[in-house]
Nanobody, 118 residues
């Protein structure tokens, strides 16, 4: 059974930093992609960042470029999201996803709450 577990969320002030972690178990994603999405109040998820676990290639949504940095430890089947200069609009539940085919994330964690106060 594949399981993704996120950690590292919390309540911070505007301008602070947080580092989210996502640990995958049950299968290796060393040749696949892992991704962070977020869900603020209301329907729908927003793409935040993705990384190819093999090549290390990354992709970000424009609103976090230069502030958020995704990284991986393929040997440990983990992905991280370093979030700097956090803003109130970054407040959301951050979810980790994983998949073996580009753009298809078949596995998801439960999410970790990030709240940024102004």
């Amino acid at each position: 059974q594949v399981r993704l577990v996120e950690s590292g969320g919390g309540l911070v002030q505007s301008g602070d930093s947080l580092r989210l972690s996502c640990a995958a178990s049950g299968r290796s994603f060393s040749s696949g992609d892992m991704v962070w999405f977020r869900q603020a109040s209301g329907p729908g998820h927003e793409f935040v960042a993705a990384i190819n676990m093999g090549t290390g290639d990354t992709n970000y949504t424009d609103s976090v470029k230069g502030r958020f940095f995704i990284s991986r430890d393929s040997a440990k089947n983990m992905v991280f999201l370093q979030m700097n200069n956090l803003k109130p609009e970054d407040t959301a539940v951050y979810l980790c996803g994983a998949g073996l085919r580009p753009g298809i994330y078949a596995y998801w964690g439960q999410g970790t709450q990030v709240t940024v106060s102004s």
